[in-house]
């Protein structure tokens, strides 16, 4: 297994980007770290939001005049965008692409629309990605505290010559060389990406905990434990091994519960289920997935819809916001 360089502050140079114009596309989470920290890195930015929503009040409470995306994409030498995965293709047929300043620079934080083909872009671009591994509050909050979140960058298109340094001179500017950054691709970060939120962080650990509780709860266990075994507790585990690896939690928790870690664990992750995790990858590799996203998005998003209001009227929710309402520093 090959190991990634790191690249750290010494290895970025923000002059790169002087006199250079960036328009960010979206003041979302990650949209208004980008632009407050690039921003503040001394760097000359631009904000496209559309008007009405609370984005773009935010946008305007923040000091910014935000413009329409036609209006940004012809006054930018950067274009990053920061607008969702299944929109992209939309706004750069009709907005980006016949008005992006010929051999600037397309950026994304993502790298879902260039690995499934719903962008092509031009051959006069550099095409970069510069990727936070953390969410936008999280890379505003560090960079105030001068601390930083790590990045992952890729060079898709190289127009420039110049295009590594490109992006790297962009983390630096949004803190991301201060934590380090990692050189990837943009198959690599999306097909990881993909992978990570639905077998591990979201769809496996989103199924793991109910599916605890559920069977407690059918068990004749009171709700409020099943809830506080299965659900709570993650969190308190989860930054445990943030902090230390397994080796930590482990340490951490009683020998009883480490004993049962090892005897129980593989008994529920088992062979059949990473034969489905290899199936899930596969269906992401092939672009299954995306085609289905897409498909999804194109109808409305019927199935969507369905399967949001199912989990959301689960037990282990109505249990939770219960308990929750009694737990005030959680909102804080």
């Given at each position: 297994m090959r190991g990634g360089k790191m690249y750290?502050?010494?290895?970025?140079?923000?002059?790169?980007?002087?006199?250079?114009?960036?328009?960010?596309?979206?003041?979302?989470?990650?949209?208004h770290a980008h632009a407050l920290n690039l921003k503040d890195s001394g760097l000359n930015v631009?904000?496209?939001?559309?008007?009405?929503?609370?984005?773009?009040?935010?946008?305007?409470?923040?000091?910014?005049?935000?413009?329409?995306?036609?209006?940004?994409?012809?006054?930018?030498?950067?274009?990053?965008?920061?607008?969702?995965?299944?929109v992209q293709r939309k706004v750069w047929e009709e907005d980006i692409k016949p008005n992006i300043k010929k051999e600037a620079v397309l950026s994304f934080s993502h790298g879902f629309n260039i690995?499934?083909?719903?962008?092509?872009?031009?051959?006069?671009?550099?095409?970069?990605?510069?990727?936070?591994?953390g969410p936008g509050h999280l890379v505003r909050r560090q960079y105030e505290e001068g601390k930083g979140v790590p990045c992952l960058i890729a060079v898709e298109q190289d127009a420039s010559g110049k295009a590594k340094d490109l992006a790297l001179a962009y983390a630096k500017g949004i803190g991301g060389t201060r934590a380090g950054v990692l050189e990837t691709t943009f198959a690599e970060e999306t097909e990881t990406d993909l992978f990570g939120e639905q077998v591990v962080?979201?769809?496996?650990?989103?199924?793991?905990?109910?599916?605890?509780?559920?069977?407690?709860?059918?068990?004749?266990?009171?709700?409020?434990?099943?809830?506080?075994?299965?659900?709570?507790?993650?969190?308190?585990?989860?930054?445990?091994?943030?902090?230390?690896?397994?080796?930590?939690?482990?340490?951490?928790?009683?020998?009883?519960?480490?004993?049962?870690?090892?005897?129980?664990?593989k008994r529920i992750i088992n062979e059949a289920v990473k034969e489905e995790m290899k199936k899930v990858l596969a269906d992401i590799q092939s672009g299954k997935f995306a085609d289905n996203w897409l498909e999804e998005n194109r109808m409305g998003r019927p199935s969507f819809s369905k399967l949001r209001k199912e989990v959301s009227e689960r037990n282990i929710e109505k249990v939770g916001v219960r308990l929750r309402s009694q737990m005030a520093w959680i909102k804080k």
């Open positions: 750290y502050e010494s290895d970025a140079d923000l002059n790169f980007l002087q006199g250079k114009t960036i328009a960010v596309l979206g003041y979302g989470s990650q949209g631009i904000v496209a939001q559309r008007p009405g929503g609370d984005n773009y009040k935010k946008a305007v409470e923040d000091g910014w005049k935000p413009l329409n995306v036609v209006e940004a994409v012809k006054q930018a030498d950067w274009v990053h965008v920061l607008l969702p995965d299944e690995r499934f083909k719903q962008i092509v872009p031009t051959q006069d671009l550099d095409v970069l990605m510069i990727a936070p591994k962080l979201c769809g496996g650990l989103v199924e793991l905990i109910n599916s605890g509780f559920e069977t407690l709860v059918a068990a004749g266990y009171q709700p409020e434990i099943a809830y506080f075994e299965c659900l709570h507790e993650v969190k308190l585990i989860v930054d445990l091994i943030f902090e230390g690896g397994f080796s930590k939690m482990n340490y951490s928790v009683s020998d009883t519960a480490e004993y049962g870690e090892y005897v129980s664990g």
